[in-house]
């Protein structure tokens, strides 16, 4: 496949990656970093594409399966500590569109949470 077209379906496909990449990730240097990887595994694996379906769909198992591998991989690196965050209840009753700092680290500490099982 040419860069063209690559770019082409790239475009018009653009909302599919930025939905996904919003769903599976807290904090905007996650989201670009998901949505670089997501371009790189679609470039790689472009010419293996059969169009046994539209390029929408595979453009979304491309997306989904990175975003995935991503979180698993970020599960396993992420060590962080909120022991020495203090948090007062007019902090946390803040509207959610404000995003203050604190909300990436309380996204952070749910997402270190084992799964009920």
Known sequence: MDQEKFLEILEQNRAIIAKIS??????????????????FQMWKSASKFREDSKWSTWIYRVALNTALNYKRHKNRTRM?????????????????DQEPQWIETIYEAINRLDEIG
Do not use: H, W
Request: a negative charge; one cysteine or more; hydrophobic letters at 35%.
């Open 22 to 39: 919003g769903v599976y990730t807290n904090n905007q240097q996650d989201r670009n970093d998901l949505i670089c990887e997501i371009i």
């Open 80 to 96: 962080i500590s909120i022991d020495d965050k203090e948090f007062s209840s007019a902090q946390i009753f803040m509207p959610i």
